[in-house]
Every structure is written in C-alpha cells, then in structure tokens.
C-alpha cells in the first residue's frame, strides 16, 4: 500500500490486489524518522483512477456484444501485470488518531513522509488495546471481521445516552437484549418499555427453560398485573397524565387539583369516589365534562384500581432490583396508543420521584420506538434534565427521522446497523461523535446482525461488529399470514376437506 | 476519371487485418526502452478472432542497435540482405515494422482464399519496406488465393492540385476511382494500383493500394467481397479497425510494462526534468517522454 493523497481528514492511499483491505479496516501509517503514526480507517474502496482503462474495457468489446475471441502471445508474461495495475484500488480512509510511542491521541495536524511510510493493517485486537477499550464490567458484543472479540466496558453505558438504529430485521433487539442482560450480570437496574412484548421472554432460554436472569426480569403488563391505586399516586404524577397523555386544559387541571386535594383529604382517593366527587364538583359545565372524559379514559384503561392489595408496585419492583440488579420490562403489546401513554406518564413520574429522593441510585431505561409513547416535551428531558437524575436512556427505532436531530447531537453511543435509505443514513449521520460520511458508506454495506459500534464505547473508533448469539426466548414475532401453509395449500393447523359433489348435490 | 461502382458480394470470404505499434517506455544512461506489438485478426461469417503477439520489451543501446535489428531481420526475412540498422530515434517505429512483415508474411502463407488488409501503402523501396520483401509477401498471398487490399488513412497524394482523398466528393458510395501513371522516384517502387476508396457515404474517402499482379476485374471484385463480408464504419473496414485498436498501448499497458522492468531488472523510475517546461515555463509544449528508468 502507498499513501497517495491527504485532503480535510480524508487520505486516500493505493491498494494492490494482493492486498485485502475492505471497509471498517483500520490501516496503520507509520512514519519511522517521525517516529509517530497515524490510524487511518477504511471508509470506501474504489477502482484506481488507471489512464486508459476505458480504452482498455472498450477495445475488448468492439461489436457492441460480446467479447472478442483471441490468443494472446504473451512471452514475457505482461499480463498479469497488466490485470495487477487494472485492480488497484484507492482506499479513502479517515483519520482517527495518532500513535505515538504506547500514546494515542485525536491530533490529525502532522503528514507523514508518501515516499518512507509504511502501511499495514491494524488488527482490531491491537487498536482496541491501544484505545483502552476494555475495563472491569466487560461486556462482549460479538466479533469483529477478524474474529477477535469486541468487548466494550458497562461503564461506558453508565450515565449515557445510547441509540440503536437500523432498518427492520437487522438484530436491533437482539442487541438491546445484550446489553440489558449484560447490564444484569453487574446488578444493574433496568426498565424497558416494551412496545411489542419482545423482552418478556428475557428470563427464559430459546426452548423455555428459566434462564439465569429469571429471577430478575419483571414482566408488568399494564391492566393485568400492572395497576395502580390512586391514593399510591401523586398529585403531580396524575396531572401530568391528564395534561400530557389525555389532554386536559389548563382550567380543568386546575379543578381536578382541587378535587384530589379534597379527596386526598378525606382520605378516600378511590376511582369511585373520584366519579362521584367530579359529578358533584360546583365548576363550569364544561369544566365538567372535560374533567367526566379523563375520567372515563383513566377507568377504561384498566390500568387504575381501588384494590391496592390488586396494585402491583413498580417501586417495590424497582427497590427489589436496587440490591441484586433487575429489569422491570413494562409489556405494552396490547395496550392501546393512549393508554401507552398513560403507563409511560406514570413510569417516568414514578422513576424520577424515586431518583430524586434517592431511594434508587440509577436506571438504565430500554425504550423501543419511543416516539409512539413519549410526549414531545420527554425528549429534551430526557437528555438532559433525567441524565442528572439518573436515567441513562437508550433508544431502539427503525425510524431514524423520529429521534430528534439534538438527541443525535448529544448521543454517546450509536449502534448502528444496516440502512439503505439515504434519508435515514442522513438522519443518523448528524450525531455528533461521528462523520457523516463513516456513517453513509460503512452503515449501506453492513449484513444482518452486523452493527457499527460507534460513540465512547469504542472510544471513538468506529468498529464493525457481528452482535453474539443470545439464548433467549424470543418473543413478539411478527404474525404471519403463510406460517405454517404447506406448499400444497394446505395448512397445519386448518385442514381444508375436499370438495365433495354427494354431499352437496 | 470514371467511378467504379462496387456491389456488396456476400460470398464467404475470411477477411484478416494486421497492424503492429511500438511505444518507447523510457530511457536508461545507455539507451531506450521499447515495446512492440502485433496483431493479426480475421473474420470468418459473423465473428471476429485474434492473434495477438506481445508486448516484446528491447533496451537498445549504442553498442547492439545493429545487433538486435539485425538478429530479428535475419530470424524473420532469411533470404533477405540485411541493410543498415535505423538510427536511434527511428528504431521504435521499424522495429514495429519489421513485426508486421513478418505478421504479414504469416499470414499470406497460412491463409487461403481470403483478402488480407494492410495498413498503409503497397509502396516499397523505403528502408523499411525493401521491395523484395513486399513483392514476396504479396506473391505468397497470390499462390494461396489471397487478395492483398492496403488501406492508407492519410496520404500526400494529390490530383489536380487536391489531395486524392479531397478529389472527388460528388461520387456517390460505394466506389473505386482508378489513379493511374502515379510515378514514385527511385527507389521507391508502387507494387500496387492505387485507387480512391468510397465504400460508406459522409464523404470519407482512403487511398487503397491493390496488388497489381492480379488482373484489375479480381482487383475490384475483392473489394466487392470485402464489402459483403466486413463491417464499413466510416468508410474504413472494421477488421482494420480492430487490429489496430487491439495492438495500441494504452496507459495502463505502459504503466504495466514500466512496472514489470522496475521488479525485473531492479531499475527505479525517475521523473527526468521536462527541459520545455524548465526553460520556457507555461510557453514550453513539454517533451512526449520524460521518464528515465
């Protein structure tokens, strides 16, 4: 390999065909007077600019068809030279760092020597060495290319803000089940919000038997084993649920508070006593009904009760995982958008009430694509003011576009898997810990269950990695139409009789 | 002069071309680095073959410039005397021809009932083209019932003040005009008759030389079969065409063969100061060559 040119971070260096090098590698150019080099990553491999190729490729189909049939007295074997200067290529790398002695560091300002550089390949093993990727709470990904292990430190999670994108199907949460089982083992506390009821076998290995991590995975379903009493509400958790997920105005919350006060003392915050106390409320008519429909709304759900022994405690859930770690997987398969809504209102009330008060040090909170439950004013909380409280959020969606640009802006780590569509490569491109053109060229080409880990957790190098097998039961596959159709029409499960003409006639 | 009108005869006939180029690769403290190339090609019903010879690489030197045009001369032409070694800067270009004789000859032994093409004149008498050796060629290519047509892209040639290929734009495709009593200086010798070529309409017009030992009716009926058998793009016959598209060195080749001298014989390229551009700055044309190996 020679380096060949250096424009902004981009070297461009030529590559002969003996040489593999192919996107994600790390290059190694080292400059020996200089005692220094650089690390130089992959990002796109293209056909050398050759003068004459085109004469070369065009003379070898003349008619317009096929290719010209001949013999080739070659005596002193020309040819493969020919076919070796045809292949080259010009790797257009990115700089990523500097070497120097056992030290690296991000200064991309010195050139080394064209004409006395060396350049080979970095084995991932030695840049993720030189980089410190590793630590005390170790928790491997997977493999790289090159079949060594991509173990990224749980610290670098901890009180970050992770994304993990990628187009349907790629092993999104496949990889969030990982990290939370991973996240498990060191006692960590966890809460999903589980749009498709996928995390619910987390305790469970693929052929159903109890896995290690049964006795710390809490599967709440909302109005089945997940309800709350109202007295165990506060004022400010129910309101926000009014406001925020049913829509209540600012007169009518107003009314309500008084009405849970009064309630509150005389110490009967009941649904029932709540439908009472609204139909007796002296207030405006339409104060009224306004207050009458969130009512209906809250019953519906099925997620409120009077029956406290009936309530389960997401605290209790919550205080039990402080000690020895947990997930507390809230399942919301079947729950309708609004009371989605509600849940997610009440859980992110519950969990900064117990983070302020310090009755819970930190969460790490798994929300699968958030956008269908979180209210517009969530997402800036999250990244910031949360962040402080201690919930270090990490996003899962296939719909790049319904993150907000400043949550990419402030990311610590993406997971990025494969994505085709420029718009979406476009969208994950404006992170901030990353180029947009690593993201553009690598993201396009990467298979199934491949993923570009970039952001702190690789210290900034962004590595492909092939995500690890996981035995877990998987859940919340997608219903199919054809599952389990023979090719001859028939079903499994439903037999279709033959058309019979005595019966009919 | 009265046009010839040709008609397309389609009877099976094997068309073959032949074409060489040369190309100087660098130069040394000694000497130059060449390369030549052949390339015969025919065409037999709807598809075209091709024999390809090289790339040859010479390092001719003061001291064996004689010895190596001399050595190939006497390998390829035996009966030939062999004449005095072109100089430094022509040697490229002979050598190249040298190659393409010996291509012809070749062919015009191997080859039967086909009309052979060549590119340029059936003029001999230059130092490259002795007149015994065309005359061999194109009476071996007689015996085996081949039709020498010679193809001239550009020539000096000129009728009534106008270049020959100029002359005659009102005559409609395809056609032969017959210039006769074209009388070369000595030594130069024309072994062929020389005709204007019409053989496509947009007014392109080419020299063609016919061997003049077959009567002037097989003269015309081979380009009458040449016509029936070939693709005529711009007037010029594909064969042709293709023999010397598939010999040309492109850049690519070139920087391949530099490559294979640089691992070969160990030599390192350098870049030899342009004298034009040094001199003369932007008003400098530059030199075609200016790499030293």
Same mark, same amino acid.
């Given at each position: 390999?020679?380096?060949?040119?250096?424009?902004?971070? #981009?070297?461009?260096?030529?590559?002969?065909?003996?040489?593999?090098?192919?996107?994600?590698?790390?290059?190694?150019?080292?400059?020996?007077?200089?005692?220094?080099?650089?690390?130089?990553?992959?990002?796109?491999?293209?056909?050398?600019?050759?003068?004459?190729?085109?004469?070369?490729?065009?003379?070898?189909?003349?008619?317009?068809?096929?290719?010209?049939?001949?013999?080739?007295?070659?005596?002193?074997?020309?040819?493969?030279?020919?076919?070796?200067?045809?292949?080259?290529?010009?790797?257009?790398?990115?700089?990523?760092?500097?070497?120097?002695?056992?030290?690296?560091?991000?200064?991309?300002?010195?050139?080394?020597?064209? @004409?006395?550089?060396?350049?080979?390949?970095?084995?991932? !093993?030695?840049?993720?060495?030189?980089?410190?990727?590793?630590?005390?709470?170790?928790?491997?990904?997977?493999?790289?290319?090159?079949?060594?292990?991509?173990?990224?430190?749980?610290?670098?999670?901890?009180?970050?803000?992770?994304?993990?994108?990628?187009?349907?199907?790629?092993?999104?949460?496949?990889?969030?089940?990982?990290?939370?089982?991973?996240?498990?083992?060191?006692?960590?506390?966890?809460?999903?919000?589980?749009?498709?009821?996928?995390?619910?076998?987390?305790?469970?290995?693929?052929?159903?038997?109890?896995?290690?991590?049964?006795?710390?995975?809490?599967?709440?379903?909302?109005?089945?084993?997940?309800?709350?009493?109202?007295?165990?509400?506060?004022?400010?958790? #129910?309101?926000?649920?009014?406001?925020?997920?049913?829509?209540?105005?600012?007169?009518?919350?107003?009314?309500?508070?008084?009405?849970?006060?009064f309630l509150k003392d005389k110490g009967c915050l009941t649904l029932h006593e709540l439908g009472e106390a609204i139909r007796n409320w002296n207030c405006n008519q339409n104060v009224r009904d306004a207050l009458f429909s969130r009512?209906?709304?809250?019953?519906?759900?099925?997620?409120?009760?009077?029956?406290?022994?009936?309530?389960?405690?997401?605290?209790?859930?919550?205080?039990?995982?402080?000690?020895?770690?947990?997930?507390?997987?809230?399942?919301?398969?079947?729950?309708?958008?609004?009371?989605?809504?509600?849940?997610?209102?009440?859980?992110?009330?519950?969990?900064?009430?117990?983070?302020?008060?310090?009755?819970?040090?930190?969460?790490?909170?798994?929300?699968?694509?958030?956008?269908?439950?979180?209210?517009?004013?969530?997402?800036?909380?999250?990244?910031?003011?949360?962040?402080?409280?201690?919930?270090?959020?990490?996003?899962?969606?296939?719909?790049?576009?319904?993150?907000?640009?400043?949550?990419?802006?402030?990311?610590?780590?993406?997971?990025?898997?494969?994505?085709?569509?420029?718009?979406?490569?476009?969208?994950?491109?404006? !992170?901030?810990?990353?180029?947009?053109?690593?993201?553009? @060229? #690598?993201?396009?080409?990467?298979?199934?269950?491949?993923?570009?880990?970039?952001?702190?957790?690789?210290?900034?190098?962004?590595?492909?990695?092939?995500?690890?097998?996981?035995?877990?039961?998987?859940?919340?596959?997608?219903?199919?139409?054809?599952?389990?159709?023979?090719?001859?029409?028939?079903?499994?499960?439903?037999?279709? !009789?033959?058309?019979?003409?005595?019966?009919?006639? | 002069?009265?046009?010839?009108? $040709?008609?397309?005869?389609?009877?099976?006939?094997?068309?073959?071309?032949?074409?060489?180029?040369?190309?100087?690769?660098?130069?040394?403290?000694?000497?130059?680095?060449?390369?030549?190339?052949?390339?015969?090609?025919?065409?037999?019903?709807?598809?075209?073959?091709?024999?390809?010879?090289?790339?040859?690489?010479?390092?001719?030197?003061?001291?064996? $410039?004689?010895?190596?045009?001399?050595?190939?001369?006497?390998?390829?032409?035996?009966?030939?005397?062999?004449?005095?070694?072109?100089?430094?800067?022509?040697?490229?270009?002979?050598?190249?021809?040298?190659?393409?004789?010996?291509?012809?000859?070749?062919?015009?032994?191997?080859?039967?009932?086909?009309?052979?093409?060549?590119?340029?004149?059936?003029?001999?008498?230059?130092?490259?083209?002795?007149?015994?050796?065309?005359?061999?060629?194109?009476?071996?290519?007689?015996?085996?019932?081949?039709?020498?047509?010679?193809?001239?892209?550009?020539?000096?040639?000129?009728?009534?003040?106008?270049?020959?290929?100029?002359?005659?734009?009102?005559?409609?495709?395809?056609?032969?005009?017959?210039?006769?009593?074209?009388?070369?200086?000595?030594?130069?010798? $024309?072994?062929?008759?020389?005709?204007?070529?019409?053989?496509?309409?947009?007014?392109?017009?080419?020299?063609?030389?016919?061997?003049?030992?077959?009567?002037?009716?097989?003269?015309?009926?081979?380009?009458?079969?040449?016509?029936?058998?070939?693709?005529?793009?711009?007037?010029?016959?594909?064969?042709?065409? $293709?023999?010397?598209?598939?010999?040309?060195?492109?850049?690519?080749?070139?920087?391949?063969?530099?490559?294979?001298?640089?691992?070969?014989?160990?030599?390192?390229?350098?870049?030899?100061?342009?004298?034009?551009?040094?001199?003369?700055?932007?008003?400098?044309?530059?030199?075609?060559?200016?790499?030293?190996?």
């Amino acid at each position: 390999m020679r380096l060949y040119r250096k424009e902004g971070n #981009i070297i461009e260096i030529l590559s002969f065909p003996n040489e593999s090098v192919e996107k994600g590698d790390y290059l190694l150019i080292e400059d020996a007077e200089a005692q220094k080099a650089l690390i130089a990553q992959v990002i796109d491999v293209q056909f050398a600019n050759i003068p004459g190729i085109l004469e070369e490729l065009l003379r070898s189909l003349p008619d317009g068809g096929g290719i010209i049939q001949g013999e080739d007295v070659d005596p002193l074997e020309i040819a493969p030279h020919i076919t070796y200067i045809q292949d080259s290529r010009l790797l257009i790398c990115k700089i990523r760092a500097t070497v120097e002695g056992e030290h690296l560091s991000p200064s991309t300002s010195w050139l080394p020597s064209r @004409s006395q550089s060396s350049i080979k390949k970095l084995p991932i !093993a030695t840049l993720l060495k030189l980089a410190k990727v590793n630590g005390s709470l170790p928790i491997t990904l997977g493999v790289t290319k090159e079949n060594s292990l991509l173990t990224i430190d749980a610290t670098s999670l901890d009180g970050k803000l992770n994304i993990i994108t990628g187009k349907k199907e790629t092993g999104k949460s496949h990889l969030s089940k990982l990290l939370i089982t991973s996240l498990l083992q060191y006692k960590a506390v966890v809460v999903v919000l589980d749009l498709n009821g996928e995390y619910a076998g987390l305790g469970f290995t693929s052929d159903g038997k109890r896995n290690a991590y049964y006795n710390k995975i809490h599967v709440l379903t909302p109005a089945q084993n997940f309800k709350v009493a109202l007295k165990q509400l506060h004022l400010n958790v #129910i309101l926000n649920i009014l406001i925020h997920a049913l829509h209540l105005p600012g007169t009518s919350a107003r009314e309500f508070r008084r009405i849970w006060q009064f309630l509150k003392d005389k110490g009967c915050l009941t649904l029932h006593e709540l439908g009472e106390a609204i139909r007796n409320w002296n207030c405006n008519q339409n104060v009224r009904d306004a207050l009458f429909s969130r009512y209906h709304a809250l019953v519906n759900s099925g997620f409120f009760t009077d029956n406290v022994a009936e309530a389960n405690l997401l605290e209790e859930c919550l205080l039990k995982a402080r000690e020895e770690g947990g997930a507390i997987i809230i399942n919301m398969r079947n729950t309708s958008p609004i009371d989605r809504q509600i849940v997610v209102e009440y859980v992110l009330g519950k969990l900064v009430e117990l983070l302020t008060s310090w009755r819970l040090k930190a969460v790490f909170l798994f929300a699968e694509e958030a956008h269908l439950y979180l209210r517009e004013t969530y997402w800036d909380d999250i990244v910031t003011r949360m962040r402080h409280f201690g919930i270090f959020t990490t996003f899962i969606t296939n719909q790049p576009d319904t993150i907000r640009e400043n949550i990419y802006r402030q990311a610590d780590n993406i997971f990025l898997f494969n994505f085709t569509n420029e718009h979406d490569l476009e969208v994950v491109s404006r !992170a901030a810990r990353v180029d947009a053109e690593t993201v553009k @060229s #690598i993201a396009r080409d990467l298979p199934p269950h491949h993923c570009l880990v970039l952001g702190k957790v690789v210290r900034d190098f962004p590595i492909v990695v092939k995500v690890r097998a996981l035995d877990v039961k998987t859940m919340g596959e997608t219903r199919l139409f054809f599952s389990g159709v023979h090719t001859d029409g028939t079903s499994q499960t439903l037999s279709v !009789a033959p058309y019979s003409v005595g019966e009919n006639s | 002069m009265q046009p010839i009108p $040709l008609s397309p005869k389609p009877e099976p006939t094997t068309i073959a071309a032949v074409d060489t180029s040369s190309i100087k690769l660098g130069e040394t403290s000694k000497g130059i680095i060449i390369a030549v190339r052949g390339t015969t090609i025919w065409k037999r019903g709807k598809n075209y073959a091709y024999l390809r010879v090289g790339p040859f690489i010479f390092h001719i030197t003061e001291d064996n $410039l004689q010895e190596v045009y001399k050595t190939l001369l006497r390998a390829y032409f035996p009966e030939q005397n062999p004449q005095g070694a072109p100089g430094f800067i022509q040697i490229p270009v002979r050598m190249a021809n040298l190659l393409e004789r010996w291509l012809q000859a070749s062919l015009a032994k191997t080859m039967r009932d086909g009309i052979i093409l060549f590119d340029g004149s059936l003029t001999a008498g230059t130092p490259d083209t002795p007149v015994q050796q065309l005359k061999e060629i194109l009476a071996a290519a007689r015996d085996m019932g081949n039709t020498v047509l010679a193809f001239t892209k550009v020539t000096t040639l000129r009728f009534n003040g106008c270049l020959l290929t100029e002359a005659f734009p009102a005559y409609k495709p395809p056609c032969l005009i017959e210039v006769a009593n074209i009388k070369p200086k000595p030594p130069l010798t $024309l072994l062929g008759e020389v005709y204007v070529a019409k053989l496509a309409r947009g007014n392109y017009a080419f020299r063609l030389d016919i061997d003049r030992e077959l009567p002037a009716q097989e003269r015309v009926e081979a380009v009458e079969r040449l016509l029936g058998n070939d693709l005529i793009m711009q007037g010029y016959p594909e064969t042709l065409r $293709l023999a010397h598209i598939l010999c040309t060195f492109t850049a690519n080749e070139v920087i391949a063969m530099q490559h294979f001298i640089q691992h070969r014989y160990r030599l390192k390229i350098i870049d030899r100061p342009d004298m034009h551009k040094l001199l003369f700055g932007p008003f400098g044309k530059g030199e075609s060559h200016h790499e030293a190996v």
